[in-house]
């Protein structure tokens, strides 16, 4: 029985680091570029802003520690079992490269 645990985990860390790998190719990708024309421009004339951006290592960190923080606050403030942290931590990881997946190929077919 433990065996077949060890298996499942190694299939489920090697599917999120499949999931990963599709992330970072598709990120390199060159989307689709959307042609304003000029009767729609006025949709786009909104007043700018000074910084309208997050920075990448920012947006990485903010994404990948808060999980992380709290699934081990968690498991100090309950003293959880191991298991529960591990299921936490591969839960994060898939929502994390499902999100970048599913965001990178709408950016991709619908225009950055």
Request: proline letters at 4%.
């Amino acid at each position: 029985m433990r065996r077949n645990a060890i298996v499942n985990v190694i299939c489920e860390v090697a599917l999120r680091f499949l999931l990963f790998a599709i992330f970072l190719i598709t990120e390199t990708l060159t989307p689709f570029h959307r042609i304003i024309h000029p009767e729609e421009m006025w949709l786009y004339k909104n007043p700018r802003s000074e910084r309208d951006t997050v920075p990448t290592w920012h947006m990485f960190a903010i994404s990948f520690l808060t999980p992380l923080m709290v699934i081990l606050l968690m498991k100090v403030l309950n003293r959880t079992e191991n298991d529960d942290v591990k299921e936490g931590c591969l839960a994060a990881s898939l929502g994390l490269v499902l999100n970048g997946v599913i965001t990178n190929t709408l950016k991709l077919a619908i225009g950055r």
